[in-house]
């Protein structure tokens, strides 16, 4: 299993991304590590709002995934350098001023790989 430093790991969000939407909330994120695979998302955490695979979608070279979608048996390539947006719907979860955010995903290598950030609004 490899092991991926947290601080390489909170690289991946792109500060500034953050943004509220009716009812919920996107995100971007980059593939600066290199060639990788998700193959399941477990959640996306922003302050203390949970929202599960069923409220997350992945967008990237123009392809939605919805989070319940991607597994092993159909797991998103994301190349180095290229970008993906998060999006969360179901609940309000983005407060002025600094907001926490936390996403939990699977890689094939790695295992649970769990990202850690903070973005200002």
């Not at 990237?60 to 597994?71: L, Q």
């Not at 797991?75 to 290229?82: A, I, K, N, S, T």
């Amino acid at each position: 299993m490899a092991i991926v430093p947290e601080f390489l790991i909170k690289r991946i969000y792109q500060k500034g991304s953050l943004k509220k939407i009716e009812n919920g909330a996107i995100l971007n994120l980059k593939n600066i590590l290199g060639p990788g695979v998700i193959s399941g998302f477990n959640y996306v955490k922003i302050n203390e709002i949970i929202f599960s695979p069923e409220d997350v979608t992945f967008t990237t070279n123009g392809i939605e995934y919805k989070g319940t979608e991607v597994s092993e048996a159909n797991p998103v390539v994301f190349r180095l350098g290229q970008v993906g947006t998060l999006t969360m719907t179901g609940q309000d979860c983005i407060i002025e001023g600094k907001n926490t955010i936390t996403i939990e995903a699977l890689n094939p290598e790695a295992g649970i790989v769990r990202l850690n950030a903070e973005d200002n609004i």
